[in-house]
């Protein structure tokens, strides 16, 4: 039986990818914070699934999943779908708010997707999700520390695929825009970046998991979710001076988009 661990089990895409997995005949270790909420899906998911509860801001939680991975008899897949947003203007933004964002997104992923690579390594195989964000793109005013930690964690990604050439070890990226999850509600209701909702709707969390397993098998290295929002993606990530000068009719539409989402419930 094929074993996977996935982070950001509890909810949103990280459960999408868990049923999609557990469909696939996967054993999984599902993590997250919530011990009640884990152990409901565990008993959804069958006998094959155990939940492994964590704080990923924690360094302790943070290293006990890595020694968890690292003893694994075998470690099929890891998926790394965790993170947090809190947005906010830099200059309301305190000390803890940043770091926080940049140690659960970033700094936890890092460790933890290093943890997976040692033990696909020996093992000659295995393969890595990352679920990423369109914000490490072109950068999300009222959410710097976000776009910040997505950014980096592009650039980890990307680094890492060049090094694991020829170890059996494969890493697909996915980068979804705004997708409806309880994060993608708080970013609305709190003031997050009015970019998230220039499309007409926000794609659902199966969605975005049945494409990032379909990139997974085809063996990409990274793909951007809506495939339409690709093109503009890579133009405002090369060309800044683009987006800054489109900003105020983009953030003009953006929020009407943001108001169209929050009315629908």
Request: one cysteine or more; a positive charge.
């Amino acid at each position: 039986m094929p074993f996977a661990v996935v982070t950001g089990a509890s909810g949103g895409i990280g459960l999408a990818l868990c049923r999609l997995l557990a469909a696939r005949g996967y054993g999984l270790l599902l993590v997250g914070r919530d011990a009640t909420r884990l152990a409901a899906i565990s008993v959804e998911l069958g006998s094959d699934t155990q939940p492994f509860i964590a704080d990923l801001e924690r360094e302790a939680d943070v290293a006990a999943l890595s020694t968890e991975i690292a003893n694994r008899v075998r470690l099929d897949l890891f998926v790394c779908c965790h993170g947090i947003s809190e947005p906010d203007a830099v200059a309301k933004s305190d000390a803890t708010a940043l770091s926080r964002q940049i140690s659960i997104n970033l700094t936890a992923s890092m460790i933890l997707m290093a943890a997976g690579v040692r033990r696909m390594i020996r093992q000659n195989t295995g393969n890595i999700l990352c679920i990423g964000s369109q914000g490490a793109f072109g950068g999300m005013g009222d959410s710097a520390a976000y776009a910040a930690s997505k950014f980096g964690l592009r650039g980890f990604c990307l680094s890492l695929i060049q090094e694991l050439r020829g170890t059996g070890v494969g890493l697909t990226l996915v980068h979804p825009g705004a997708v409806d999850t309880p994060m993608l509600r708080h970013e609305a209701a709190a003031g997050g970046s009015a970019l998230n909702f220039l499309n007409e709707r926000p794609m659902n969390a199966e969605h975005v998991a049945t494409a990032a397993l379909k990139a997974l098998d085809a063996g990409k290295s990274e793909i951007i979710l809506p495939v339409w929002d690709s093109l503009s993606m890579r133009l405002v990530s090369g060309w800044p001076d683009l987006l800054h000068s489109l900003l105020p009719t983009l953030l003009r539409h953006g929020e009407k988009g943001r108001k169209r989402y929050l009315s629908r419930g």
